[in-house]
């Protein structure tokens, strides 16, 4: 496979002082504008597409992630499931007492929510350290970069594949029932992936050049867990908290594709905010990469 | 088709420190706007690692970079196999490049050689299949034998060392890129292995060297590129623009840089 001639095409843009030209009058320099940012999203895509057609490349490397790190354990890369049912079995018990909710309800409500946060925050804090990680391969192959974020990105795909496996154990233990509204997991799963990457994306251009974001993001992913139903139910706060609640995005990603698995439809209104971030995010995420993508081996 | 065209390449190198890099730093900067105390780009190095090259590498190129250690060599290595964008200028990189700088990037210690040979082909750019017809051809240049079967980790370096040559050079690229010439293991498999290399070279389209020895450049190079504080010095063939530095060398002419570009790096491994 032969990237190297891609890599060395420049976006067609001259050093981005288009993008950075004032919007003054005139619908010339408008037109300038546009065309520019318009050739950062192009390079980028291309860019991408050249990344998804090198796919034993980061197949290889997600999975050897994942099978070094449990390599020579007994448990191997199951300890992942052996772990979060650890999590969601203490944590479901102690707080079905604690919020005075019978088990059956609460655990498989804990269980269904972390298994979609754990997928949502590893991506997440994973992706600020998707190009700071491949700085030996970014260095010496000529893959296009977007390799390494699609490599973090199958990582995290398979890590919740693994946690994913108590769905069906809880869902069967406490005899959960399952309509025709579980189909709608898949669905929401994509949004999640795909909202997912273009984060990973983003962070991971700004987290090359600014070290101090990676710290950053995990204290606020920490602030986010506290503020998103995962433990607790959106119902149980008062009117004005659900309010607040509703603005969240994060709350509506993990609906998306939690509510589905208990049997639940998620609401109109949650499905518009996840393509709302969709939206905005790959334009935001497409912009800076395309933008920045040939500088980024100079950051590590 | 091989082909690489440079024009009017160069690179620059910002290097930041912790407090550049900090974001509060940029947004501080934004914000307070340009009054007093913000000096904009205090904590910013920039290093011109290369500055305005231009030439053109066309088939039958055998070329040898020269020049001091800092000079820029490596970051123009890493321009002509494509991994460096240039900062300003174009880089036209055109054909499989195949760059033998770190022979060991991406091989898993716990894996088993089996393992680590089809890991790296796949890096290389190989198919599944490929992959597989390759390991019989590696296992038998390696002479490694029964050990593929064991991790890598209970190789001595040099057997470490002749698995990821063995499986790095079997594919011929059509650029073949190189910092210092490698050669490993005992003497009778370097002699194996120099062999090899000398195909490599042979068949490749373009061939590149930055080396340090002048009895190498000129086994095997007939144009040599003289790189001296990230400016084109010289560009010629090989007799000549040896003589020049050499002459230049001895005069004291040169100084180094403002700092070093790269980490020159130089395996204990070569010859």
Same mark, same amino acid.
């Not at chain 1, 546009?34 to 895509?45: E, M, N, P, Q, T």
């Not at chain 1, 603005?247 to 905010?273: C, K, M, T, W």
């Not at chain 2, 990230?230 to 060398?249: F, M, R």
């Given at each position: 496979?032969? +990237? ?65 790190? #449990? ?23 102690? #707080? ?12 498989? #409500? ?63 233990? +406490? ?49 986010? +867990? ?53 939206? +905005? ?20 | ?11 620059? &190198? ?27 780009? /205090? ?18 190129? *055998? ?9 820029? /060599? ?57 992959? $597989? ?6 296992? !038998? ?11 890598? $980790? ?7 060392? *002749?698995?990821? &040559? ?16 490698? @050669?490993?293991?005992?003497?009778? &498999?370097?002699?194996?292995?120099? !062999? ?21 450049? /000129? *086994? ?8 001296? $504080? ?16 050499? /002459?230049?060398? $001895? ?9 070093? @570009? ?10």
């Amino acid at each position: 496979m032969d +990237f190297s001639q891609y890599r060395a095409l420049e976006p067609d843009l001259g050093e981005g002082q288009a993008v950075g030209a004032t919007l003054g009058d005139g619908s010339k320099q408008l037109e300038a504008v546009k065309r520019s940012l318009a050739g950062l999203v192009r390079s980028a895509i291309e860019d991408l597409g050249q990344a998804l057609k090198a796919w034993r490349i980061w197949v290889l490397l997600g999975t050897n992630d994942i099978r070094q790190r #449990y390599r020579r354990s007994t448990l191997g890369q199951f300890w992942i499931t052996a772990t979060i049912t650890v999590t969601v079995v203490g944590l479901g018990i102690v #707080y079905s007492a604690i919020f005075k909710q019978s088990i059956e309800q609460y655990l498989p #409500y804990v269980a269904a929510g972390f298994v979609v946060w754990f997928l949502i925050t590893g991506m997440i804090t994973d992706g600020c350290a998707t190009f700071l990680d491949s700085e030996g391969y970014a260095k010496q192959l000529t893959v296009p970069l977007s390799v390494y974020v699609l490599r973090t990105w199958y990582r995290a795909l398979v890590t919740f594949a693994h946690n994913a496996i108590i769905i069906p154990a809880v869902l069967l233990v +406490f005899l959960v029932p399952v309509g025709w509204a579980f189909l709608l997991v898949v669905p929401g799963i994509c949004f999640v992936a795909l909202n997912g990457f273009w984060m990973m994306l983003l962070l991971g251009t700004l987290c090359a050049r600014f070290r101090d974001l990676p710290q950053i993001v995990s204290s606020f992913i920490q602030v986010l +867990f506290f503020v998103t139903p995962v433990m607790f139910r959106s119902d149980q706060l008062p009117a004005s908290g659900r309010a607040v609640m509703d603005l969240n995005p994060f709350a509506a990603l993990l609906a998306v594709a939690r509510d589905p698995i208990l049997g639940r439809v998620p609401s109109a209104l949650e499905y518009a905010i996840v393509t709302g971030m969709l939206l +905005f995010g790959w334009t935001i995420a497409l912009l800076v990469y395309g933008r920045y993508r040939t500088r980024i081996t100079y950051w590590l | 088709m091989a082909y690489i065209n440079l024009h009017r390449a160069s690179v620059q &190198f910002p290097i930041y420190n912790a407090r550049s890099r900090s974001l509060k730093s940029t947004i501080a900067r934004h914000a307070v706007g340009a009054t007093i105390g913000s000096r904009p780009n /205090k904590d910013v190095v920039v290093v011109n690692a290369l500055n305005n090259i231009t030439l053109t590498l066309q088939p039958g190129d *055998r070329v040898g970079i020269i020049g001091h250690n800092g000079a820029g /060599k490596t970051t123009l290595l890493r321009v002509l196999s494509g991994t460096y964008v240039p900062t300003s200028g174009n880089a036209e990189v055109i054909g499989v490049v195949s760059a033998l700088t770190d022979l060991q990037m991406g091989m898993d210690p716990e894996a088993s050689g089996h393992e680590n040979i089809m890991m790296r082909a796949i890096l290389l750019g190989m198919t599944y299949q490929q992959a $597989r017809a390759l390991t019989p051809e590696v296992e !038998q240049f390696s002479e490694l034998g029964e050990y593929l079967d064991l991790p890598v $980790r209970t190789y001595s370096t040099g057997m470490m060392l *002749r698995l990821a &040559f063995a499986v790095t050079t079997s594919i011929q690229p059509d650029i073949l890129i190189m910092d210092e010439l490698i @050669a490993v293991g005992d003497i009778s &498999f370097i002699e194996k292995a120099t !062999q090899r290399i000398k195909t490599l070279i042979a068949k490749a389209n373009i061939f590149v060297l930055a080396s340090h020895d002048e009895n190498t450049l /000129k *086994r095997f190079c007939n144009r040599a590129i003289w790189l001296n $504080r990230g400016e084109l010095a010289a560009d010629g063939p090989l007799d000549t623009v040896v003589a020049a530095y050499n /002459k230049a060398s $001895r005069q004291g002419v040169e100084e180094m840089g403002p700092l070093p @570009a790269t980490t020159p790096t130089q395996p204990a491994h070569s010859v």
